[in-house]
């Protein structure tokens, strides 16, 4: 469980050690920032004292229904874009990814989540034009009231298989 997070200006937020990585990866990768919701990593200059060439701001805002952070016009090193995008946070562990609008080159981001130990991921987009205008992505957590068994296998054609879970009414 963690009580506190990070915003880093190249697009993602974290909840452990800062990542100071700017040159995106395919995840799940060491490199990449851990235990980490990546809304749109790459070598982002947000306005910043460190140069005079940033552009767009880093807001957040919350309250006890959610938690936003809001890269608002952020362009891309080098000016090769603009970006308009909203990670949002709730307090039963989902999140969702908004993005208004997204100009320019969009296609060299990493856009997914991944582990404390850079172990596992789910990447949604690596360096591809996924993301426009008027899109939203959003992530669910297995609810605690429903447990599966770890199981695996293959479904052979023309059959069926039955797989066995718990649905516990009395959990929460």
């Given at each position: 469980?963690?009580?506190?997070?990070?915003?880093?200006?190249?697009?993602?937020?974290?909840f452990?050690d800062?990542?100071?990585?700017?040159?995106?990866?395919?995840?799940?990768?060491?490199?990449?920032?851990?235990?980490?919701?990546?809304?749109?990593?790459?070598?982002?200059?947000?306005?910043n004292?460190?140069?005079?060439?940033?552009?767009?701001?880093?807001?957040?805002?919350?309250?006890?229904?959610?938690?936003?952070?809001?890269?608002?016009?952020?362009?891309?090193?080098?000016?090769?874009?603009?970006?308009?995008?909203?990670?949002?946070?709730?307090?039963?562990?989902?999140?969702?990814?908004?993005?208004?609008?997204?100009?320019?080159?969009?296609?060299?981001?990493?856009?997914?989540?991944?582990?404390?130990?850079?172990?596992?991921?789910?990447?949604?987009?690596?360096?591809?034009?996924?993301?426009?205008?008027?899109?939203?992505?959003?992530?669910?957590?297995?609810?605690?009231?429903?447990?599966?068994?770890?199981?695996?296998g293959v479904?052979?054609?023309?059959?069926?298989?039955?797989?066995?879970?718990?649905?516990?009414?009395?959990?929460?």
């Open positions: 469980m963690y009580t506190d997070f990070l915003v880093n200006p190249n697009g993602w937020v974290g452990e800062d990542n100071s990585q700017y040159n995106n990866t395919s995840i799940p990768h060491v490199n990449a920032p851990r235990a980490s919701i990546m809304g749109y990593w790459d070598d982002l200059n947000p306005l004292a460190g140069n005079n060439t940033g552009e767009g701001t880093v807001h957040y805002d919350s309250d006890a229904d959610r938690c936003v952070i809001w890269f608002n016009d952020v362009i891309r090193w080098g000016g090769l874009g603009t970006y308009n995008y909203q990670i949002v946070l709730y307090p039963d562990y989902t999140f969702k990814i908004n993005y208004y609008s997204m100009e320019g080159n969009y296609g060299s981001g990493t856009i997914g989540i991944q582990n404390q130990t850079a172990t596992d991921a789910m990447e949604v987009a690596y360096n591809t034009n996924y993301t426009t205008g008027d899109l939203t992505i959003q992530f669910f957590a297995t609810p605690i009231w429903m447990l599966f068994e770890t199981m695996s479904l052979p054609g023309y059959s069926e298989v039955t797989l066995p879970f718990l649905i516990d009414a009395f959990c929460c």
